[in-house]
């Protein structure tokens, strides 16, 4: 069973808007930091944004600030990175991921567990 679940990829215009959700799968996350990492294709996994239980989100990677947001509901069962004024170069499969330790930190090495990714497409 694959611990988290990603959703809402798809396709999109450059200048629109998708708002991934993660999701825990059989256990919940509430007390753990979550996130987001992209890799498009040839290219290494690279974090995009990260926010710890409390609601305290780590700095945005330069490439998305300003147009990507993470949130995380009042239950603390879901995560969104919603994402907005997309650009082709956002074409990536998209990534969340678990920090037991609740650091939030960029690195992918920092992370329990992982979801099998979502695709996002981004046409010109």
């Known amino acids: 069973q694959v611990p988290l679940v990603e959703s809402g990829g798809g396709l999109v215009q450059a200048g629109g808007s998708l708002r991934l959700s993660c999701a825990a799968s059989?256990?919940?996350?509430?007390?753990?930091?979550v996130g987001w990492f992209r890799q498009a294709p040839g290219k290494e996994r690279e974090f995009v944004a990260a926010?710890?239980?409390?609601?305290?989100?780590?700095p945005y990677a330069d490439s998305v600030k300003g147009r990507f947001t993470i949130s995380r509901d009042n239950a603390k069962t879901t995560v969104y990175l919603q994402m907005n004024s997309l650009k082709p170069e956002d074409t990536a499969v998209y990534y969340c991921?678990?920090?037991?330790?609740?650091?939030?930190?960029?690195?992918?090495?920092?992370?329990?567990?992982w979801g099998q990714g979502t695709q996002v497409t981004v046409s010109s």
């Open positions: 059989g256990w919940t996350f509430s007390n753990y930091a």
């Open positions: 991921a678990a920090d037991l330790l609740g650091r939030g930190v960029p690195g992918a090495a920092a992370y329990d567990y």
């Open positions: 926010i710890n239980w409390t609601g305290v989100t780590s």
